[in-house]
């Protein structure tokens, strides 16, 4: 009975979750800082992939899916940051 009623508090913690504000600006400045390093020129298919999620994430946001809205915008986060990289690399390459 005990771990039921603890099962039970942690799934409506879960359900109650906030929406995921930290992620979704982590993910919008690492694709504002990828487009700055040039990545529509350097990375476009990392930097694209990364503005579908960010768009899939405030999709989700409004419906008050925050889970996978936090998924959709760590996901981004992580396409612009390589964007970035890969921006970099071929910026250092060049010179």
């Known amino acids: 009975m005990k771990h039921f ?30 487009q700055a390093a040039g990545a529509q020129e350097r990375a476009p298919a990392e930097l694209g992939r990364a503005q579908t999620l960010i768009e899939d994430a405030q999709r989700q946001l409004q419906r008050h899916e925050y889970q996978d809205a936090q998924r959709s915008a760590l996901e981004a986060r992580e396409e612009a940051v390589r964007a970035l990289q890969l921006s970099r690399e071929a910026a250092s390459a060049q010179d």
């Open 5 to 34: 009623a603890l099962a039970c508090l942690l799934l409506i913690a879960a359900a109650c979750a906030g929406a995921p504000v930290q992620e979704m600006s982590d993910a919008r400045q690492a694709i504002r800082a990828a």
